[in-house]
């Protein structure tokens, strides 16, 4: 049953007791068995995130993980980043082990101290590391045997089972010298790999708990003019709350009353706070600065912002790259590939040399080296602390599929309005004639066009500081311009072809535009000034497609305007005249775009409106800007939350350096394994050794994934 075609309800699921890639495939084949059941199992998160279908309920999907040998419960919030389950069942085996394996090792391999029965002593000793620090292998050995499956711990539990009755058959028979100090290191050093993965795996996960913690737990409800303290999820859209300087914001508002500095870096990464007064739009859990402010909610619950990030970022860890599905398959016939090879290896050295202490030797030490946990761990570890760290940086990365996609593309497609510009108009330049004063005109043009509506006369408003005069016998002219009386002057702004003839300085101010919106200022019908008018460059565009550049990518404008703006802006930021497409209806983007992809190029789209969601579905990678619409932000695969230009070309490189950090893990978990296994089963690999480097060969995958943590762009 595919979720595409009948109506499916998300569920996330914890899962307990997994221990390696094998345990994750089994979980996700069982699930997956269900009908209108559409399962992906993670390792690193210990998470299952499933599609269900009508009449499937979560008590279903829990038994199946339970029929399977493993434990699954609802998930809840928790904000606590001590030690996990896992952490505390394994340091205490691991504590006892370490004692008791120090004197094993020390009898067992300094001949001085080979006394009469010395074997029994090590033994004795051996027998509670193998047993009850050993017990979390065996007993998930025993689980999978019963449901007739292997996993990683199946290795371990016959290559600690093997050694110790192989040492037990030697004491017995007094043919030999045992081999204790094999099963208690391996043991050790098992436990020791299994409590440091635990632990990185819970520091890979910290940004999202980060994000978990952000939200404000109480608010200050104003109601009938009366404060009082409620919790945060009682608040409804409509509630009016108070916000107190250093107090976190409850939810998504708009400023209702006084003014404040919002420290919005939790959500953008910003460091500079964002001042905001009544009419202005703030997003919950961000810490107001330094005012008391009024906020009526506009979205609570599952709508905040908040809450849409952590949603996009727990489906994108829990979901799996193409590589990490090939990872997968391969782990689930490795342990038994291994096992026959340990047999094989085991009946070749009997065979061969009739040596059973060698023989039993390269048996178990293909059993211990053999472990597919790294390879389990080699991709969603990276996944999961990449699309971490960019939410930490405003990058919402919507799954591992883009990712990849991010890596390959080569040509990016840009829109201008909100995009590369502001999406405001604003006073670029004025040129003066002979006679007036700057100032002078700029306050008088704005006090006529105070009292207009257009876009162009709002620019030249704002480029004004102080109050205006007041302006009588106002008239507007549709298409032209205004024009009124300002202190006792005529004053007209508009079109330069609705008064008298320019001098020719202006007439050059028009003409050399580039682009920009012109217009003319005449007082007391004498042409003043030109006032040019703009689209603002965002602050940082131009470095933006410099970088783009040096990334490989050929930056490309498509835009609604028309050309001679759109080649203007794009001469600003540094794209190509060839590489610009003006005057496009939102359908003719999408043409664009799916012409470059037919020749076979690799596109990203970069847009904010409701005009660029077709194209930003359309592209490889579409990158939305959090400025922008919410249809824009549905439709791309990163949303930029920032919606800044220069998150750009760090969305492309934080996908290239978590891209970088896969291979790099890929490599070692295959590597080790190809390299490790043939040199244990011809004897020259002590199983000690082969402990400690399948230990350390699962915590390096991690560690080296934790590297993106420190990712800066």
């Not at 404000?216 to 709350?241: C, I, M, P, T, W």
């Not at 704005?446 to 162009?456: C, R, S, W, Y």
């Not at 028309?562 to 600003?572: C, F, G, L, M």
């Not at 003006?582 to 690799?602: C, D, I, S, W, Y």
Request: proline content about 4%; overall charge negative; glycine content about 10%.
């Amino acid at each position: 049953m595919s979720p595409d075609t009948v109506r499916t309800t998300p569920v996330e699921l914890a899962i307990g007791g997994m221990t390696c890639a094998s345990c994750a495939t089994r979980v996700e084949k069982k699930l997956n068995r269900m009908d209108g059941v559409n399962a992906t199992v993670n390792l690193a998160t210990e998470r299952a995130h499933v599609l269900v279908a009508e009449g499937v309920t979560t008590a279903d999907l829990i038994s199946t993980v339970e029929k399977t040998g493993y434990t699954a419960q609802v998930p809840q919030a928790s904000h606590d980043d001590g030690d996990t389950d896992q952490e505390r069942v394994l340091r205490p085996r691991l504590v006892l082990a370490a004692v008791l394996t120090v004197p094993v090792v020390a009898v067992s391999m300094v001949p001085a101290l080979h006394f009469d029965g010395w074997g029994w002593l090590a033994l004795a000793l051996t027998l509670p590391v193998v047993t009850w620090a050993a017990w979390p292998f065996h007993r998930a050995t025993g689980i999978n045997a019963r449901h007739g499956a292997a996993t990683m711990d199946t290795l371990v539990s016959i290559g600690i089972t093997a050694a110790t009755l192989w040492s037990i058959t030697i004491l017995i028979t007094g043919t030999g010298e045992p081999y204790l100090e094999i099963a208690t290191v391996v043991t050790t050093f098992l436990l020791a790999g299994r409590l440091l993965e635990a632990r990185a795996r819970r520091h890979s996960g910290a940004a999202l708990r980060s994000l978990l913690d952000l939200g404000a737990r109480d608010v200050n409800l104003l109601r009938g003019g009366q404060e009082f303290r409620a919790k945060a999820e009682e608040l409804s859209v409509g509630d009016l709350f108070v916000v107190r300087p250093g107090e976190r914001i409850g939810t998504d508002g708009v400023v209702t009353e006084g003014s404040s500095d919002v420290d919005e870096s939790m959500l953008t990464g910003e460091p500079v706070p964002v001042h905001v007064k009544p009419g202005s739009t703030v997003t919950g859990a961000c810490v107001n600065g330094t005012g008391r402010i009024v906020v009526e909610a506009t979205r609570v619950g599952a709508d905040t912002t908040l809450a849409r990030i952590t949603r996009i970022v727990q489906e994108a860890q829990s979901g799996k790259a193409r590589a990490q599905r090939l990872a997968d398959r391969v782990s689930s016939v490795f342990v038994p590939a291994v096992i026959v090879l340990s047999l094989l290896s085991l009946v070749l050295w009997l065979a061969i040399t009739g040596d059973v202490q060698r023989a039993g030797i390269a048996a178990v030490s293909v059993l211990i080296i053999a472990c597919p946990c790294a390879l389990g761990l080699a991709i969603p570890t990276a996944l999961l602390v990449g699309t971490g760290r960019g939410a930490q940086l405003g990058i919402l990365i919507r799954g591992p599929q883009t990712l990849e996609d991010a890596q390959h593309v080569d040509v990016i497609v840009l829109d201008k309005t909100g995009t590369l510009t502001e999406g405001r108009m604003s006073l670029a330049d004025i040129t003066m004639t002979d006679g007036f004063e700057r100032d002078e005109v700029l306050r008088l043009a704005a006090a006529v066009e105070h009292a207009g509506e257009h876009p162009l006369g709002r620019a030249v408003v704002a480029a004004v500081d102080g109050p205006l005069p007041t302006v009588s016998e106002f008239s507007s002219t549709r298409g032209l311009g205004v024009e009124g009386v300002v202190e006792g002057r005529h004053v007209r702004v508009g079109r330069p072809s609705w008064g008298p003839n320019l001098p020719e300085q202006l007439t050059q101010a028009v003409t050399s535009a580039h682009g920009r919106t012109a217009i003319v200022a005449w007082i007391d019908e004498q042409p003043a000034a030109v006032l040019t008018i703009a689209d603002t460059i965002k602050p940082g565009a131009r470095q933006a497609i410099t970088e783009l550049r040096a990334l490989g990518l050929t930056p490309m404008l498509a835009t609604g305007d028309n050309a001679s703006t759109a080649r203007a802006v794009a001469s600003s930021v540094g794209i190509a005249p060839d590489d610009v497409f003006a005057g496009l209806m939102p359908e003719e983007k999408v043409a664009v775009v799916e012409r470059l992809q037919t020749a076979g190029r690799r596109v990203a789209m970069v847009g904010d409106g409701v005009n660029d969601a077709a194209a930003l579905a359309t592209a490889r990678l579409g990158l939305a800007l959090g400025t922008g619409t919410d249809a824009a932000m549905e439709a791309g695969d990163i949303t930029l939350v920032r919606g800044e230009m220069e998150s750009v070309p760090q969305a492309i490189r934080l996908s290239r350096a978590t891209s970088r950090i896969v291979r790099q893990n890929l490599g070692w978990a295959f590597g080790y394994n190809v390299a490790a296994i043939p040199l244990a089963a011809f004897g020259l690999l002590n199983p000690m050794i082969a402990g400690l480097a399948m230990a350390l060969s699962s915590v390096a995958v991690v560690t080296n994934s934790l590297r993106l943590r420190r990712f800066q762009g």
